[in-house]
């Protein structure tokens, strides 16, 4: 059973980082690379309320949130706001353009709010900070 156990712990750790790393690459891009500027521009363009404002607050919450995933701490909390996150780019931009990402479509969306969604119903696992400070 305890192999069992350090395979889900596993799992949980590689779902953690690759899915905490896409977060993170997002939020750098929209800060550093596009800048938030343009990334609310093109908010302004999906007909996203307070485009600017918006723009800082999905940055803010793909990058230090990826962090916190990919860190294991505060891990419900990371992925719930990065679900949340998801849940507003599905209804604004991807929703009426079919399934794949190459038409802008839902499928990645989906895949990474339900994926963040997941980890934070099941935990970080053994391997995370939240483990070692008791949660």
Partial sequence: MRGME???DAAILLARIGLGAVFVAHGW????????GR??????????PQPEVTAAVVAGVELIAGIALIAG???PLAGILLAVDMAGALYFVH???GPFVTQNGWELVVALGVGVL???AVGAGRFSIDRV???
């Fill in 6 to 8: 350090t395979l889900n």
């Fill in 29 to 36: 891009q929209k800060f550093f690379t596009l800048g938030l």
């Fill in 39 to 48: 990334v609310g521009e093109q908010f302004a363009g999906y007909g996203i």
């Fill in 73 to 75: 701490i505060l891990t």
């Fill in 95 to 97: 929703a009426t353009n």
């Fill in 118 to 120: 997941l980890i934070a």
């Fill in 133 to 135: 400070l008791g949660g």
